[in-house]
């Protein structure tokens, strides 16, 4: 896919831009060069504890920017502060340059800034492709004075399922079409949600944990997606933990822990930075789990690391032997 | 006893024009609460603001029959949106509370003696239905069943209003309008998400169901003739409730099967039982307390239908075994 379309008058291909991202240093609440959102002093307490607090942030337009940090982090919290499913205690924020603090929530999706949730939500008594003609946008007849003539909606009905038809395919729920979202696996439920999501064919979008519960061989063929939303035009705002992933499609990482912004950068930068290791990563983030080369350094490292229990006789089924035997087992296959 | 009788009364019911306003009242639920997920305790109460709307406008103000209709809907409109705008931003169980209490306290108002005048009080009102009978095609005679010809007029009137209003919103519900509500009932945040202005689409809702109340109203008292206050007490919303479950609630024929199968029932019991006092055959009943029985007989079916065909008559088994 080419990144030459009507939304981008540069003529820029923003899968291979490589511009900088941030303008200056890559320092927690710096300035992007051309950010799509800019928040302003978030902060949302619930009883006495501050679950976000967030000085100045900038999300990168044309960027597919992750945003990390450990349980409770505030990450939720937050995308549900800007999409306005939630209402903070101060601040204010732009979305490509219009202030929507205070903006309710339907009117933020219209504008082009659509979200998921953590907790997915499918209409579980609609099939799998009203759930998707559900997400379009400009469909005449969900206007009340129209919604009894058929000659008027049917036309865009018939686009609206025609564009579906395309994403059920892009996400694997071709075949699951015509049964109740409610019959969906959980995973399945992440996929209708996100897929319904781009249904509006948002300028920004918001994924709450999009590959939470999704096989690997589909989270794969699903980044690749993602990937190509940039060159469709669209910004990316993901929260995920899988550190693979992130490092995989994320141009921007933003790091919060306890609701604060800590760190921010490129991936590779951010994920060797203290702050985040120290917040989030914990001291053996760098090995890469999913082979046998990486245990046998992990178990390296946990040998020498008092409060493991790698290496003692307490170790069972985490000992690195038996992770390296079903790996060799897997491959075998 | 006379089984031969007490089918053919039991049959007649089917078609009374107080089992036409049953089954609109009950569709106007099936809209509120089948297709929306909007929880309306005072369907009662819309019936009778469009009741006593047409009447007191017809017999105080003297206007004709086609303005009294509009201002019967207007009003129900205008209950709609005073019992929505304040409680369709909360939680779905404030709308209950609400709307149980605003039909309780229409039934106290017209009910004060302070508004004799206008509302006739406990007594009601009555004798606003000349125009409208005036408008009856239908020669004197009788017809099909014994019915008179207005029986017969007032028959074809009600059912015909029933199924312009079923073919209405059955063409909603089937339109991406009627899926917006659809989706509002499973989840309000994620059309919220999806750029649908909830409370809009809740409060149209809401309203078109209080219109289909209102206009129910007025088929349960043209054909009376009267209106009293204490026809739309509490109890006629919890029936046109157990019209809508024993019916199927996302379905636009399952109100009016359900309204049918009420009355049947009804009158069965009622003149069974009736049949067997009169004979010897029980003893231990008053035609009264037979009259009250049948309706516990109505809750005990119920309850049947609930553990057994939980989906009401015409209800989808498919879309419950995800509730
Ligand atoms: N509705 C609420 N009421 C009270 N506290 C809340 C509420 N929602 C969130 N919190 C608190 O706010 C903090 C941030 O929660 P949030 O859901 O934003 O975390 P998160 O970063 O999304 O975590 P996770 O990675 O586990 O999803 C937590 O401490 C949580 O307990
Ligand atoms: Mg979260």
Redesign the pocket.
Known sequence: MSGTNGQNPDNIDYMTDTRAIAVGENLPGCKKRDPIVVADNVT?N??G?S??DVEHLEIPRHKITALI????????????LLTGFDTPNSGSWTFEGNNIAGVSSYKVARMGMVRTF?LTKVMGKLTVMENMRLGAANQPGERLSKALFKNIWGGREREITKHADVLLEKFKLDTKKDDYAASLSGGQRKLLEMARSLMVRPKLVML??PMAGVNPALTQSLLDHIKNLKAEGMTVLF?E?DMNMVRHIADWVVV?AE?RIVAEGPPAEVMKDPAVIDAYLGAHHDVDLGDAEGIRELEAELEADEESIVGTEDAGIIAPEAIEARLEEEEGK | MDFGNILSLALGEIVTPTTAAYALAALGLAVHFGYSGLLNFGQAGFMAVGAYGFAISTLTFKVPFVVGLLIALLSAVIFGLLLGVPTLRLRADYLAIVTIAAAEIIRYIVTTNTLFRITGSADGLSTFQREFDSFNPFPPGTYIFGWSNRDFYVRVVSWLVVILCAVIVWLLMRSPWGRVLKGIREDENAVRSLGKNVYAYKMQALVIGGILGALAGLLFTLPRGSVQPANYATELTFFLWTVLLLGGMSTVLGPIVGAMIFWVVLSLTQNLLAGLIESGAITFLSIVQAGQLRFILVGIALMLLMIFRPQGVFGNKKELAFA
């Open positions: 949302r619930f009883g504890i679950a976000v940090g450990p349980n409770g982090a505030g990450k939720t919290t937050l995308f549900n953590q709450d944990e929260v933990h919060m609701g």
